[in-house]
């Protein structure tokens, strides 16, 4: 999701007022984007009528949150989570907080919008706070590998930075790694010797609405030689993001959102690997899988969650390239409509 700060940039501003619009009039009616007199960044988020609104007013590093009362265009007095981000380094992080804030909105979580708000919040204060995360597994480390090797070397160079760094979901918890509107993409990274890929529920496998799904398999092997690493990725990324400041604190935001922290880089440094295989798949019909439609009478009650192991050697019919060079075109084609 792309905010128009610059549009709002443009506007001028009388002192004690906001300029406002929807942050994404095409996926929420109620989350808005504001600049004061004096350039600061809010977020409003509207709060339904009867929900309580119990909120402590709360500033810490970067950051403030509060409920308001504002008057809307008909007049109508309404409540608003106010969010103001105090420091434009958290711009970045402000913007992946309103798509996950909208994310959660439409999920209709039961929770209330109050709640919602609170808790992504939480999870970025601590970005803006600038607190250390804790080291990422050794599955999470391969896995987060994946995801950056697919963005680096396949989809950066089809169809260019920002547009790639939107792309990437993974971090704000969307259901495929990599989204755009009627495409999504599943990053699968293995290092077993049976190149097999675990797949987590009936829809880790499903494609958009009317849209498609393609999953990118890299199958790789840890050795104390392996020219491959995570923070070597990390860095390949930044140094080609150094000229777009907004660019890269987007892609460090999300990186932070992964539970990347450069902090514990020498530990990461320790898993060295070695690209075995890299290839993608379009799943389509007869891709072995199983979704919902694979039981007679869906899921069956009482099933909380489906997990399996997925190999890829019968599954050639469905494979679309085996290297970026050959996918280049189709990736256009599909993500630049």
Same mark, same amino acid.
């Given at each position: 999701?792309? *905010?128009? /700060? ?27 984007? !504001? ?13 339904? #009528? ?36 105090? &420091? ?6 402000? &913007? ?6 909208? +994310? ?19 999870? /970025? ?28 070397? /396949? ?18 918890? !969307? ?21 097999? #890929? ?29 020219? +491959?690493?995570?923070?070597? *990725? ?6 080609? *993001?150094? &000229? ?28 060295? *690997? ?64």
């Amino acid at each position: 999701m792309s *905010l128009r /700060w610059d549009l709002l940039d443009l506007t001028p501003v009388a002192e004690e007022k906001l300029s406002v619009r929807l942050a994404n009039p095409d996926v929420r009616k109620d989350v808005f984007i !504001a600049i004061d007199s004096s350039r600061k960044r809010y977020v409003l988020v509207a709060i339904p #009528h009867g929900e309580p609104c119990e909120l402590s007013e709360r500033i810490s590093v970067g950051i403030a949150v509060r409920v308001v009362e504002m008057k809307v265009d008909d007049g109508e007095i309404r409540n608003f989570v106010e969010v103001i981000c105090l &420091d434009p380094q958290g711009y970045a992080a402000l &913007d992946v907080a309103v798509t996950e804030i909208s +994310e959660a909105l439409n999920s209709g979580a039961s929770i209330g919008c109050v709640r919602i708000v609170q808790n992504v919040l939480e999870k /970025w204060r601590r970005f803006w706070a600038g607190a250390k995360q804790d080291l990422l597994s050794r599955e999470q480390q391969i896995g987060l590998f994946g995801e950056l090797w697919f963005l680096l070397n /396949w989809l950066i160079p089809s169809i260019g930075f920002s547009k790639s760094i939107d792309m990437w979901r993974g971090p704000l918890g !969307a259901r495929n790694d990599f989204e755009v509107l009627g495409v999504g993409i599943e990053v699968k990274t293995s290092s077993k010797e049976s190149a097999s #890929h675990v797949i987590n529920g009936v829809d880790q496998l499903l494609e958009p609405a009317g849209g498609s799904l393609f999953l990118f398999s890299l199958v790789v092997r840890e050795e104390g030689s392996g020219k +491959e690493s995570l923070p070597d *990725l990390v860095n390949k990324v930044r140094s080609f *993001l150094n &000229d777009d400041l907004l660019m890269l604190s987007r892609f460090e935001s999300l990186l932070y959102g992964a539970g990347y922290d450069s902090v514990c880089e020498f530990e990461y440094r320790k898993l060295s *690997l070695r690209i075995r295989s890299e290839e993608l798949f379009r799943v389509a019909e007869g891709f072995p899988r199983i979704t919902a439609t694979s039981f007679i009478d869906g899921v069956p009650a009482g099933v909380g969650s489906v997990k399996y192991d997925l190999n890829l050697a019968g599954a050639a019919k469905w494979r679309v390239a085996n290297n970026p060079a050959s996918a280049k075109t189709l990736l256009v084609d599909f993500l630049e409509k």
